[in-house]
């Protein structure tokens, strides 16, 4: 392909030298990429400063508003002038101290970098100041903040340290500006700057918060340990699992004396620290924390080591949390290769790497050749207990204890154990009464067992009568940094309703009453309960969204329908609703897909939701496996995001957004549907109906009542409107059958 549109030049062009304004906003866009780059620079600094205590504030994702301060050596006002100007440090003076370098900073362009594309202003004090001073600085140099104004600096109060405020990042740089993704994403990518740094440097206390917001999202002790870090940071479930790995090349085993090659006096001096989670670790991607000689880096090569490593021990898709720490000494490690120095080279890089690697397969293969596993076994009247892996008890008294060990070829071998312990004296238990027993079983008939089938095809085989395995699968909660779903999922906790928690945690499916009214029958104890389990699933599968919110599996839909034309089924049914809000039909629709479609990369990165190019909706987000939603209330749900779904702020946006998408997953039929009742009121009874969705009646029965049981958190709003009804009692109808 021939290009056009250039002329053609009569001879070679003009070499020209750059304008020095302009040579400095592109080096500027080399170092400071996003409001996470800039934030990474300026905790660097704060840590040359031997600072103990780093404060961070954030607004709209560190665009508007990024603001950091210490509480180390400052900054003298001597030095303020030449701040911001390129290359300006404090750390060397010639090239050979690269060889020694031992601070973060060498170069001196972070600062002047950010004076370039925002407004920066600086407060700093040193101990030996009577008060502190501030500075204003546009395109590396002091400015006045006023029109006609002084540019130096001036004294004002403070502490001790110093305290950057970059405001309106990019402001001059409108196509990096619009190349960002949303405020709450940069501000996750903050939070994981900030998480990563606090991890590695436990002796400095880390706070972040957004600008007024009343407490902090991340907050760290100082004079802290990194496992109470990790704990603190990535959840006690990274830190109960791990295990803390040392080595150095003091331990490598010296080469023979008699082969070629390097001797080790020859190898460079380094030692490495680590905590990796062990074998009962699982998570669906690696999280690695890599610091070289203190410096946040990334290296593909480290990377594929640890996963080869997980990959003969963990299951297959799963990873693990590791943190990993690297000394070497400074005149072996090259830091000047990258711009934003995020990537190093050192000596022996394989050599180095394989020690670290083959170290962290050995501790984690020897703590996970013996594992317990948990059973339980069902006996009719029996009492659990014996505690974990121990099963029933033999006539003399012996336990059985069930342990798992690898081979030699890397495969799990059960082995039964027999423990000898002193029989205990059997208790003497009263005799129940018969309204007092609990008659349930597993085995006992359903409502559905009760009726005819008509046709035979449509009755489950005695395989799908089995609850899926998949659907039991334990759903961990994903692993976020925003303190909108944190604030959420805390939120679910607090209203949680005790009583109605002890039901539906306990209950035994009796069966459905009525699909098209939701309502279905369990047991609880000696009591019988008619629930609505159209609300329970509506709130299971809101609880479940915000459970998995940013991991979700995705449904693919093949071929992807347009959003438009689903759009314009949903709003057609309801036209003169449409009408009523002042807008016309096809207007409306253009409305909503274009709020969809203008969203589309959050939807696909935090909802599992890919709209492509064409504006075709390619996936959908799976909630529960083994549960399939209605398809038909698609339309329904992408006319509803449109409207329901409060864009403009962040927490209020995720909590009804999701709550959209567990309306669409909830069973039943469609809202125009539900009004309509069944022209014969004991059709709804009988499950041998050619119009009963059998299938969702065996969701609902095999899957969604089983997910219920083990995930949903009810809250008190739940027994409002009769969601939640006693309709009998087994005492109450013995004295009835006494007055008999």
Same mark, same amino acid.
């Given at each position: 392909m021939?290009?056009?549109?250039s002329?053609?030049?009569?001879g070679?062009?003009t070499?020209?030298? &750059?304008?020095e304004a302009?040579?400095?906003?592109?080096?500027?866009g080399?170092i400071?990429?996003?409001?996470a780059?800039?934030?990474?620079?300026?905790?660097?600094n704060?840590l040359?400063a031997?600072s103990?205590?780093i404060?961070?504030?954030v607004k709209?994702?560190?665009?508007?508003?990024?603001q950091?301060?210490d509480?180390g050596?400052? *900054?003298?006002?001597?030095?303020l002038? *030449?701040?911001?100007?390129?290359f300006?440090?404090?750390?060397?003076?010639?090239?050979?101290?690269?060889l020694?370098?031992?601070?973060?900073?060498?170069r001196g362009?972070?600062?002047?970098?950010?004076?370039?594309?925002?407004?920066?202003?600086?407060?700093?004090?040193t101990?030996?100041?009577?008060?502190a001073?501030?500075a204003?600085?546009?395109?590396?140099?002091?400015?006045?903040?006023?029109p006609?104004?002084?540019?130096?600096?001036?004294?004002?109060?403070?502490n001790?340290?110093?305290?950057?405020?970059? $405001?309106?990042?990019?402001?001059?740089?409108?196509?990096?500006?619009?190349?960002?993704?949303s405020?709450?994403?940069?501000?996750?990518? *903050?939070?994981d700057?900030i998480?990563?740094?606090?991890?590695?440097?436990p002796?400095?206390?880390?706070t972040?918060?957004?600008?007024?917001?009343?407490g902090?999202e991340?907050s760290?002790?100082?004079?802290?340990s990194?496992?109470?870090?990790?704990?603190?940071?990535y959840?006690a479930?990274?830190e109960?699992?791990?295990l803390?790995i040392?080595?150095?090349?003091?331990v490598?085993?010296?080469?023979?004396a008699s082969?070629?090659?390097?001797?080790?006096?020859?190898?460079?001096?380094?030692?490495?620290e680590?905590y990796?989670?062990?074998?009962n670790y699982?998570?669906?991607?690696?999280?690695l924390l890599?610091?070289?000689?203190h410096?946040l880096?990334?290296s593909?090569?480290?990377?594929?080591?640890?996963?080869?490593?997980?990959?003969t021990?963990?299951?297959?898709?799963?990873?693990p949390f590791?943190?990993?720490?690297i000394?070497?000494?400074? /005149?072996?490690?090259?830091?000047?290769?990258?711009?934003?120095?995020?990537?190093?080279?050192?000596?022996?890089e394989?050599?180095?790497?394989?020690a670290?690697?083959?170290?962290?397969?050995q501790?984690?293969?020897?703590?996970?050749?013996?594992?317990t596993?948990?059973?339980?076994?069902?006996?009719?009247g029996?009492v659990?207990?014996?505690?974990p892996?121990?099963?029933p008890?033999?006539?003399?008294?012996?336990?059985?204890?069930? /342990?798992?060990?690898t081979?030699d070829?890397?495969?799990e071998?059960?082995e039964?154990e027999?423990?000898?312990e002193?029989?205990s004296?059997?208790?003497v238990v009263k005799?129940?009464?018969?309204?007092?027993?609990i008659?349930?079983?597993?085995m006992?008939?359903t409502?559905?067992s009760?009726?005819?089938?008509?046709?035979?095809?449509h009755m489950?085989s005695?395989?799908?009568?089995t609850?899926?395995?998949?659907s039991?699968?334990?759903?961990?909660?994903?692993?976020c940094a925003?303190?909108?779903?944190k604030?959420?999922?805390?939120?679910v906790?607090?209203?949680?309703h005790?009583?109605?928690a002890?039901?539906?945690? /306990?209950?035994?499916?009796?069966?459905?009453?009525d699909?098209r009214?939701g309502?279905?029958?369990v047991?609880?104890?000696t009591?019988?309960?008619?629930?609505n389990?159209g609300?329970?699933?509506?709130?299971l599968?809101?609880?479940?969204?915000?459970?998995?919110f940013g991991?979700f599996v995705?449904?693919?839909l093949?071929?992807?329908p347009?959003?438009?034309?689903?759009?314009?089924?949903?709003?057609d049914s309801?036209?003169?609703?449409?009408?009523?809000?002042?807008?016309?039909?096809?207007?409306?629709?253009?409305?909503?897909?274009?709020?969809?479609t203008?969203?589309?990369?959050?939807? $696909?990165e935090?909802?599992?939701?890919?709209i492509n190019?064409?504006?075709?909706?390619?996936?959908?987000p799976?909630? &529960?496996?083994?549960?399939?939603?209605?398809?038909?209330?698609?339309?329904?749900?992408?006319?509803?995001l449109?409207p329901?779904?409060?864009w403009?702020t962040?927490?209020?946006?995720?909590e009804t957004?999701?709550r959209?998408l567990?309306?669409?997953?909830?069973p039943?039929?469609?809202n125009?549907?539900s009004?309509?009742?069944?022209?014969?009121p $004991?059709s709804?009874?009988d499950?041998?109906?050619p119009?009963?969705?059998?299938?969702?009646?065996?969701?609902?029965?095999?899957?969604?009542?089983?997910?219920?049981?083990?995930?949903?958190?009810?809250?008190?709003?739940?027994?409002e409107?009769? /969601?939640a009804?006693?309709v009998a009692?087994?005492?109450?109808?013995?004295?009835?059958f006494?007055?008999?």
């Amino acid at each position: 392909m021939s290009r056009s549109g250039s002329p053609v030049p009569e001879g070679p062009r003009t070499i020209h030298r &750059l304008e020095e304004a302009l040579v400095n906003r592109i080096a500027a866009g080399e170092i400071i990429h996003r409001p996470a780059s800039a934030l990474k620079e300026l905790l660097e600094n704060a840590l040359d400063a031997r600072s103990t205590q780093i404060r961070v504030i954030v607004k709209d994702g560190g665009l508007k508003l990024l603001q950091i301060a210490d509480n180390g050596s400052g *900054i003298r006002k001597g030095d303020l002038p *030449i701040l911001c100007e390129r290359f300006t440090t404090s750390k060397i003076s010639e090239y050979s101290d690269l060889l020694s370098l031992a601070t973060y900073g060498f170069r001196g362009e972070a600062l002047a970098s950010i004076s370039h594309v925002a407004h920066l202003s600086i407060v700093t004090k040193t101990k030996s100041d009577s008060c502190a001073w501030k500075a204003f600085y546009a395109d590396g140099s002091l400015t006045s903040p006023k029109p006609g104004g002084s540019s130096d600096p001036r004294p004002c109060a403070g502490n001790n340290g110093t305290t950057i405020t970059v $405001e309106d990042l990019f402001y001059n740089t409108t196509t990096r500006l619009s190349a960002l993704r949303s405020s709450s994403d940069e501000y996750a990518r *903050i939070l994981d700057v900030i998480t990563r740094y606090a991890v590695h440097n436990p002796t400095v206390s880390f706070t972040c918060k957004k600008e007024g917001s009343r407490g902090p999202e991340i907050s760290t002790p100082s004079n802290s340990s990194t496992p109470i870090n990790i704990k603190l940071l990535y959840g006690a479930s990274v830190e109960r699992e791990l295990l803390h790995i040392s080595t150095s090349s003091k331990v490598k085993e010296a080469p023979d004396a008699s082969k070629k090659g390097k001797g080790l006096d020859d190898d460079p001096d380094w030692e490495a620290e680590a905590y990796a989670t062990n074998a009962n670790y699982h998570a669906k991607k690696i999280t690695l924390l890599l610091f070289i000689n203190h410096r946040l880096v990334d290296s593909m090569r480290v990377k594929r080591a640890i996963e080869g490593v997980y990959s003969t021990i963990l299951p297959k898709g799963s990873s693990p949390f590791v943190y990993l720490s690297i000394l070497i000494a400074a /005149n072996q490690v090259d830091v000047n290769v990258h711009p934003t120095k995020r990537e190093v080279h050192f000596m022996n890089e394989e050599e180095i790497i394989s020690a670290i690697a083959d170290t962290i397969q050995q501790k984690v293969a020897l703590q996970g050749e013996s594992r317990t596993f948990e059973y339980q076994t069902l006996l009719t009247g029996g009492v659990a207990g014996g505690g974990p892996s121990a099963g029933p008890p033999h006539e003399d008294g012996s336990k059985n204890k069930w /342990n798992a060990r690898t081979d030699d070829d890397g495969d799990e071998i059960m082995e039964n154990e027999i423990v000898d312990e002193e029989p205990s004296p059997v208790p003497v238990v009263k005799k129940p009464l018969p309204q007092h027993k609990i008659r349930t079983s597993m085995m006992d008939q359903t409502l559905d067992s009760m009726f005819a089938v008509k046709d035979p095809s449509h009755m489950p085989s005695a395989e799908d009568a089995t609850p899926s395995s998949r659907s039991r699968e334990d759903i961990p909660d994903s692993q976020c940094a925003l303190s909108s779903i944190k604030d959420l999922r805390d939120g679910v906790i607090k209203r949680r309703h005790g009583g109605l928690a002890d039901i539906l945690a /306990n209950h035994i499916f009796v069966g459905i009453v009525d699909m098209r009214l939701g309502v279905s029958l369990v047991q609880h104890s000696t009591k019988l309960y008619l629930l609505n389990h159209g609300v329970l699933a509506e709130e299971l599968f809101y609880q479940l969204a915000l459970r998995q919110f940013g991991d979700f599996v995705q449904i693919k839909l093949h071929p992807p329908p347009p959003i438009r034309l689903l759009i314009k089924l949903a709003v057609d049914s309801d036209a003169e609703a449409v009408l009523a809000s002042g807008l016309e039909p096809d207007a409306a629709v253009e409305i909503i897909a274009s709020i969809l479609t203008s969203r589309s990369e959050m939807l $696909e990165e935090y909802f599992a939701m890919k709209i492509n190019r064409k504006g075709e909706l390619e996936t959908l987000p799976l909630l &529960l496996k083994g549960y399939t939603p209605n398809l038909d209330r698609l339309p329904l749900l992408l006319m509803r995001l449109g409207p329901e779904v409060d864009w403009s702020t962040e927490g209020p946006c995720f909590e009804t957004f999701l709550r959209e998408l567990a309306y669409f997953y909830q069973p039943g039929p469609l809202n125009f549907e539900s009004n309509v009742p069944p022209s014969n009121p $004991e059709s709804s009874l009988d499950p041998s109906l050619p119009g009963e969705d059998k299938s969702s009646r065996w969701q609902v029965q095999h899957v969604l009542f089983p997910a219920i049981r083990k995930y949903l958190v009810p809250h008190k709003r739940m027994l409002e409107d009769d /969601n939640a009804v006693q309709v009998a009692n087994l005492p109450d109808l013995y004295r009835v059958f006494e007055r008999c």
